[in-house]
């Protein structure tokens, strides 16, 4: 298996959407949500998500909606 150096990583600030319950600990990131709409809801617990940053590994998502 390759494993990237790292010094290979680009990370980047990134907009992600965290869970809002506190049993749950699901996230994920801004240009991977599952729907156009404002604010999603979580796909583990189907609870509210809020909007955050976290520093993270650069990945493009060309699905265009």
């Known amino acids: 298996m390759y494993r990237k150096k790292p010094e290979d990583i680009v990370t980047e600030e990134t907009k992600v959407w965290i869970c809002t319950s506190e049993d749950c ?9 599952s729907s156009e709409s404002e604010t999603p809801v979580c796909p583990l617990c189907k609870s509210e998500m809020k909007a955050s940053t976290k520093v993270l590994e650069v990945i493009n998502n060309h699905k265009k909606y």
């Open 25 to 33: 600990k699901g996230w994920v990131r801004d240009n991977f949500k």
